[in-house]
């Protein structure tokens, strides 16, 4: 099943702003958590199984939704996790989606994703609200 992203809103079923309660709705109850660094004041909730890591604000709603291949992920049609990066750019650039090169891949500014890539691969897509 595809998942599709709503620009700085959602992919899939889950949407930034969700509290803790609400995603375990959704996703279930099994999964790890951690902090990217130690002393954050936000927490990652990772659900391996789904392929997918949350992270959570000192609010306690979702601020990041980061989603890994093999899960199936499309933007405006074009379908983006596991896929070769220059094909996945070449089909954003004619649908007028513009990318910017980043440190960690490629930032779609108006719809608040990046795009990870990894030996030519996206191989994970993170969407952010701002």
């Given at each position: ?69 093999p899960r199936c992920v499309s933007y405006c049609g074009t379908q983006l996790l596991g896929r070769a ?46």
């Amino acid at each position: 099943m595809t998942w599709d992203i709503k620009k700085r809103k959602s992919i899939g079923p889950l949407e930034l702003g969700m509290n803790r309660r609400q995603v375990v709705d959704v996703l279930g109850g099994k999964f790890d958590t951690f902090k990217r660094v130690p002393g954050s004041t936000e927490t990652i909730y990772a659900y391996d199984d789904e392929f997918v890591h949350l992270t959570f604000g000192e609010d306690g709603l979702l601020k990041i939704i980061s989603i890994f291949r093999p899960r199936c992920v499309s933007y405006c049609g074009t379908q983006l996790l596991g896929r070769a990066i220059l094909d996945v750019l070449s089909d954003l650039t004619e649908n007028a989606i513009e990318t910017q090169k980043e440190d960690g891949g490629y930032w779609i500014e108006q719809a608040g994703i990046l795009l990870v890539e990894i030996k030519g691969l996206v191989d994970g897509i993170e969407l952010y609200a701002e």
